[in-house]
């Protein structure tokens, strides 16, 4: 008996030495994950259940950056199809229906009793309660485009109740569900991936390239006054700049990173969840997407490279922070990230990135500041004039023929802005008016008042807009001598008059047709100022046709006001200055 307790406790003991060395050495080698941790709130993980009942794949992570905004929610894929079941993911009430021809297309909001709003979008379909009632108000209002808030007795729903169907309404560009989690009093989006929705992920992000940018004109790298990009290589989460190349700079300097993240068993390329960026083992920038404010959502210019963006497509995420940036995505900054270097200093410097699951990548690189300045030349300082715009204050430009008025805050920081007139087109009542350039981000819009150079008959002047070269109308209005609109996007801008009507192009109704199917479809366009309304009649009452902006498309489904037999269609279409087009012909079905 002795001996096997001995035995035993020779076991025992051994046992706890290897535990303690595994364990210890899982420590020390073991990247834990971060990015939940990294998080400002904690977040229920087992309250709300998936939306879709098939494994969870992206296509789009939380706050991914995209054109002019941040992404609000997560994109799951549907295996490219139409048509899967969506559940509520929790117990609460169908708080808004919302109906448009863009962005969300058809979307359903769930509120739940613990403060957290769920969001559904990009619908085929809404489940028949939510249809009923959605159609309901939409020949109430004859509008096809619907926003109505609803009181929690209207429509309570269960967890794991169908509410929908998923689609490729509104503004999708393939068939997805978007979901988001919202707070219910600040209305911010949240990351749904901190609720412990479950996504297959054991790979960290990809780390592409760094860009290390001079940020004032005493600032240099590699002798150059421009910004220089440096790609990485390695594996398994490890990366190092090509050749471990140490990188010469002189100045105040900023650094930003091109990275992607991807799940596991998914090709597509998504956006991280966490970047810091450390400098002799000192953290002096962070961001994280845990959560962001809607009226903050086009920072995302600010955000990264836009100059980079506009020009090579790269998405590159700034680790300095312009002065008039509100994004609340960031802490821990130093100097807003930048790097005011020491001449004879050599910085370690280091980025990490994670994924929301906490898998993490890390490159290491050095910045050498050589003990003089490299450049044989003195520098000069630009010298304050009406063009140098600071952002926190008001800015006119006003020159001959032309004003442009900037509200505090239009731009994320101090701006030098040019001008430059120039010959507008034949159809033009004034020159063309040039402001800035297309690299030059803004967080608002902006106003614009231009004075026509040749003489417009007072029709005309109904129908003056302003128009963008490179981006189209942005309307406008005659007022006093100007004509006056707004950009949000600034450029060139002169005068037309939009007295062209809408295109009208039926589909598969004519005159006396006979209509097989259960459908009427037009095609609807406009060549200016754009779509403003569009209504259709069966019989002189109105009825909802559905609309597709994407094709451009009008479909009215038959249904009770319009029984088997012979009618009358009509269709009117009015663009945004009052030009109208009407469509009639009788049918039979």
Same mark, same amino acid.
């Given at each position: 008996?002795?001996?096997?307790?001995?035995?035993?406790?020779?076991?025992?003991?051994?046992?706890?030495?290897?535990?303690?060395?595994?364990?210890?050495?899982?420590?020390?080698?073991?990247?834990?994950?971060?990015?939940?941790?990294?998080?400002?709130?904690? *977040?229920?993980?087992?309250?709300?259940?998936?939306?879709?009942?098939?494994?969870?794949?992206?296509?789009?992570?939380?706050?991914?950056?995209?054109?002019? &905004?941040?992404?609000?929610? /997560?994109?799951?894929?549907?295996?490219?199809? $139409?048509?899967?079941?969506?559940?509520?993911?929790?117990?609460?009430?169908?708080?808004?229906?919302?109906?448009?021809?863009?962005?969300?297309?058809?979307?359903?909001?769930?509120?739940?009793?613990?403060?957290?709003?769920? !969001?559904?979008? &990009?619908?085929?379909?809404?489940?028949?309660?939510?249809?009923? =009632?959605?159609?309901?108000?939409?020949?109430?209002?004859?509008?096809f485009e619907l926003d109505t808030l609803l009181a929690p007795s209207i429509i309570p729903v269960k967890k794991g109740d169908l509410i929908a169907l998923s689609g490729n309404s509104g503004g999708s560009g393939g068939p997805h569900l978007h979901f988001e989690i919202r707070d219910e009093i600040t209305e911010e989006p949240i990351n749904p991936l901190? =609720?412990?929705?479950?996504?297959?992920?054991?790979?960290?992000?990809? /780390?592409?390239?760094?860009?290390?940018?001079?940020?004032? $004109?005493?600032?240099?790298?590699?002798?150059?006054?421009?910004?220089?990009?440096?790609?990485?290589?390695?594996?398994?989460?490890?990366?190092?700049?090509?050749?471990?190349?140490?990188?010469?700079?002189?100045?105040?300097?900023?650094?930003?990173?091109?990275?992607?993240?991807?799940?596991?068993?998914?090709?597509?390329?998504?956006?991280?969840?966490?970047?810091?960026?450390?400098?002799?083992?000192?953290?002096?920038?962070?961001?994280?997407?845990?959560?962001?404010?809607?009226?903050?959502?086009?920072?995302?210019?600010?955000?990264?490279? *836009?100059?980079?963006?506009?020009?090579?497509?790269?998405?590159?995420?700034?680790?300095?922070?312009?002065?008039?940036?509100?994004?609340?995505?960031?802490?821990?900054?130093?100097?807003?990230?930048?790097?005011?270097?020491?001449?004879?200093?050599?910085?370690?410097?280091?980025?990490?990135?994670?994924?929301?699951?906490?898998?993490?990548?890390? !490159?290491?690189?050095?910045?050498?500041? %050589?003990?003089?300045?490299?450049?044989?030349?003195?520098?000069?300082?630009?010298?304050?004039?009406?063009?140098?715009?600071?952002?926190?204050?008001?800015?006119?430009?006003?020159?001959? &023929?032309?004003?442009?008025?900037?509200?505090?805050?239009?731009?994320?920081?101090?701006?030098?802005?040019?001008?430059?007139?120039?010959?507008? %087109?034949?159809?033009?009542?004034?020159?063309?008016?040039?402001?800035?350039?297309?690299?030059?981000?803004?967080?608002?819009?902006?106003?614009?008042?231009?004075?026509?150079?040749?003489?417009?008959?007072?029709?005309?002047?109904?129908?003056?807009?302003?128009?963008?070269?490179?981006?189209?109308?942005?309307?406008? =209005? *005659?007022?006093?001598?100007?004509?006056?609109?707004?950009?949000?996007?600034?450029?060139?801008?002169?005068?037309?008059?939009?007295? !062209?009507?809408?295109?009208?192009?039926?589909?598969?109704?004519?005159?006396?047709?006979?209509?097989?199917?259960?459908?009427?479809?037009?095609? /609807?366009?406009?060549?200016?100022?754009?779509?403003?309304?569009?209504?259709?009649?069966?019989?002189?009452?109105?009825?909802?046709?559905?609309?597709?902006?994407?094709?451009?498309?009008?479909?009215?489904?038959?249904?009770?006001?319009?029984?088997?037999?012979?009618?009358?269609?009509?269709?009117?279409?009015?663009?945004?200055?009052?030009?109208?087009?009407?469509?009639?012909?009788?049918? *039979?079905?």
């Amino acid at each position: 008996m002795r001996k096997k307790i001995k035995s035993f406790s020779f076991k025992f003991i051994i046992s706890l030495i290897a535990a303690f060395f595994l364990l210890t050495n899982f420590a020390f080698n073991y990247s834990y994950p971060s990015a939940i941790n990294n998080a400002d709130k904690a *977040y229920p993980k087992n309250y709300f259940r998936s939306p879709l009942d098939i494994p969870l794949y992206l296509s789009g992570t939380f706050a991914e950056m995209r054109p002019n &905004h941040l992404h609000s929610g /997560i994109d799951i894929k549907t295996n490219s199809v $139409e048509g899967l079941p969506v559940y509520s993911v929790a117990d609460g009430y169908v708080s808004r229906v919302r109906i448009q021809a863009v962005g969300f297309g058809n979307s359903i909001y769930v509120t739940h009793p613990n403060g957290y709003v769920s !969001v559904y979008a &990009h619908l085929q379909r809404y489940s028949p309660a939510i249809a009923k =009632f959605a159609k309901k108000l939409q020949y109430e209002n004859q509008s096809f485009e619907l926003d109505t808030l609803l009181a929690p007795s209207i429509i309570p729903v269960k967890k794991g109740d169908l509410i929908a169907l998923s689609g490729n309404s509104g503004g999708s560009g393939g068939p997805h569900l978007h979901f988001e989690i919202r707070d219910e009093i600040t209305e911010e989006p949240i990351n749904p991936l901190l =609720f412990g929705i479950n996504v297959a992920d054991n790979v960290a992000p990809n /780390i592409q390239a760094i860009q290390v940018y001079p940020l004032d $004109e005493n600032s240099s790298v590699h002798l150059q006054k421009q910004k220089i990009r440096f790609p990485v290589n390695g594996s398994k989460n490890n990366y190092s700049i090509n050749n471990n190349e140490i990188i010469d700079a002189w100045g105040t300097i900023g650094i930003g990173v091109e990275c992607i993240d991807y799940q596991s068993n998914s090709s597509n390329q998504n956006g991280v969840y966490s970047i810091e960026l450390k400098q002799n083992g000192e953290r002096i920038y962070f961001s994280k997407m845990e959560r962001f404010n809607f009226k903050d959502t086009k920072a995302i210019n600010s955000h990264c490279d *836009y100059k980079e963006r506009n020009n090579t497509g790269r998405w590159v995420q700034k680790s300095f922070v312009d002065a008039g940036n509100p994004l609340t995505i960031y802490k821990d900054l130093t100097n807003r990230g930048r790097i005011a270097l020491e001449p004879g200093d050599i910085y370690n410097m280091e980025y990490i990135v994670t994924d929301a699951v906490g898998n993490a990548s890390s !490159v290491k690189f050095t910045i050498n500041c %050589p003990e003089k300045n490299p450049y044989n030349f003195n520098f000069s300082s630009n010298k304050p004039s009406p063009e140098l715009f600071p952002f926190d204050i008001k800015n006119i430009l006003e020159r001959p &023929h032309v004003k442009f008025t900037f509200k505090p805050n239009t731009f994320y920081d101090t701006t030098f802005v040019n001008y430059e007139n120039s010959k507008g %087109p034949s159809a033009a009542f004034s020159s063309i008016h040039t402001i800035g350039n297309r690299n030059i981000a803004l967080n608002d819009f902006f106003d614009i008042s231009i004075q026509p150079e040749r003489t417009m008959t007072d029709f005309q002047k109904s129908k003056a807009i302003i128009f963008q070269t490179f981006r189209g109308a942005v309307g406008g =209005f *005659y007022e006093n001598g100007f004509v006056k609109g707004r950009s949000k996007i600034i450029g060139g801008f002169y005068i037309v008059a939009d007295s !062209v009507a809408p295109s009208i192009k039926p589909v598969n109704i004519s005159n006396g047709r006979k209509i097989s199917g259960n459908k009427i479809t037009c095609r /609807i366009s406009d060549n200016l100022s754009g779509i403003k309304s569009y209504n259709a009649y069966i019989d002189d009452q109105w009825v909802l046709m559905n609309y597709d902006q994407k094709s451009a498309t009008l479909v009215y489904y038959f249904d009770e006001r319009c029984p088997s037999g012979k009618h009358v269609f009509r269709l009117v279409v009015t663009d945004q200055k009052d030009n109208k087009s009407q469509y009639l012909a009788t049918f *039979y079905n």
